[in-house]
């Protein structure tokens, strides 16, 4: 679940541009890179001007106005196009991010290994800094103000931010990053309701008619860009505090937008939360599919009776069927779901249930529940 919130939110910042304008963005990962090697290296002290112990959250804003910058710089040039040209020129950026990440010896990467750089261990997430007033209060409201990520599973439990509840590493990582995915999400749903964001809609539904009434779609198109570029190296960074190591692989790869676009196609295109659910989806056929011990082959080899893995299917004993159609074959099936996906759910998970309500889940499911109350 750690990896579906700040995966989720990278596609949903995805999303936010190439769902809400109709321009897709295939090097956003560049941003999401950005985000993830500045929390790193700020952190391992090779950021000038930057202590090694500056607070993780300050670390994860710098890193995403970063970013943004770039996104704003990136999209000058790729906003000329239109299209897949505009697409292409966005994969053009990234590539060239990704090889020079990978060959600069400054990073710690290792060109012929593609080692990462690793970080201090247990980033701070929190509210340090307070006025001292807030000193006065009772200590299970102050103290501590903050809880660390991606501490080891034997580190022992942690108070959660002073609530008085104490949590396992992987629990008080789950919470404190979906507090900052949530924070996220709710700023972005805010800009898309915004006048901004009806732009952005109107943009994407007819870009030369959003010309003819007079709005500067260049610069609404540029800013949209920024915004999605920021919020990605949010994700990045979140991935990086939770790993607390990062890799040109892992962060700058085509691959790592394949994965927010497979999550907003599965999800719902023009939805922002429906790439997190798209994610969710993906997570949970994966490691149903998966060789670990909890895959359906490990538990389907443990669980069946001697006699029925070693009954006949056509050509082959149930067990031999398990290992050749099941066993490590997760991807083979997720490629089949994404395709059945695109062919008969094209508007995606929460796409297809907002046209069946009629609206918003948020809007229209407690009208259907209050239907069912009177009858």
């Not at 929190?126 to 599973?153: C, H, K, M, N, S």
């Not at 994404?338 to 009629?358: A, D, H, K, S």
Request: charged residues 15%; aromatic residues 12%; negative net charge.
């Amino acid at each position: 679940m750690i990896v579906v919130l700040y995966v989720g939110l990278f596609a949903m910042s995805f999303d936010f541009v190439s769902g809400y304008t109709g321009y897709l963005s295939f090097g956003h990962a560049m941003f999401y890179g950005i985000g993830a090697y500045f929390v790193v290296l700020a952190g391992s002290g090779k950021v000038p001007g930057l202590a090694a112990e500056t607070h993780f959250m300050l670390l994860l804003v710098l890193g995403a106005v970063l970013a943004a910058l770039v996104a704003l710089a990136v999209g000058a040039v790729s906003f000329r196009l239109t299209g897949v040209y505009f697409a292409m020129v966005t994969l053009g950026f990234a590539e060239v991010a990704h090889v020079f990440v990978r060959n600069w010896d400054y990073v710690g990467s290792n060109p012929r290994d593609g080692a990462g750089v690793v970080g201090r261990e247990g980033f701070a997430v929190g509210y340090p800094g307070l006025p001292d007033f807030l000193d006065a209060l009772p200590g299970f409201l102050t103290d501590p103000r903050e809880v660390r990520l991606g501490r080891l599973a034997g580190d022992g439990v942690e108070n959660l931010l002073g609530t008085g509840l104490d949590l396992e590493p992987a629990a008080v990582s789950y919470y404190a990053i979906g507090a900052v995915a949530l924070l996220c999400y709710t700023a972005m749903q805010r800009i898309i309701h915004s006048p901004f964001g009806r732009v952005m809609v109107a943009i994407r539904e007819n870009e030369e008619r959003a010309e003819a009434v007079g709005y500067d779609t260049f610069r609404y198109k540029l800013g949209a860009f920024g915004i999605s570029g920021f919020f990605a190296a949010v994700a990045g960074g979140l991935f990086a505090g939770y790993r607390r190591s990062v890799a040109p692989e892992n962060t700058f790869d085509l691959f790592v937008t394949a994965d927010a676009l497979l999550a907003a196609i599965i999800g719902g295109f023009g939805t922002l939360a429906g790439p997190l659910f798209g994610h969710l989806f993906h997570e949970t056929v994966a490691g149903v599919l998966s060789t670990e011990s909890h895959g359906l082959a490990r538990v389907l080899r443990d669980e069946l009776p001697g006699g029925v893995l070693s009954a006949g299917v056509g050509e082959f004993t149930v067990l031999e069927f398990i290992n050749v159609f099941v066993d490590g074959r997760a991807d083979l099936y997720l490629g089949l779901v994404f395709v059945l996906f695109v062919l008969y759910v094209p508007r995606g998970i929460l796409g297809t249930l907002r046209n069946r309500l009629g609206g918003t889940v948020a809007e229209k499911l407690p009208e259907r529940l209050d239907r069912y109350r009177r009858r």
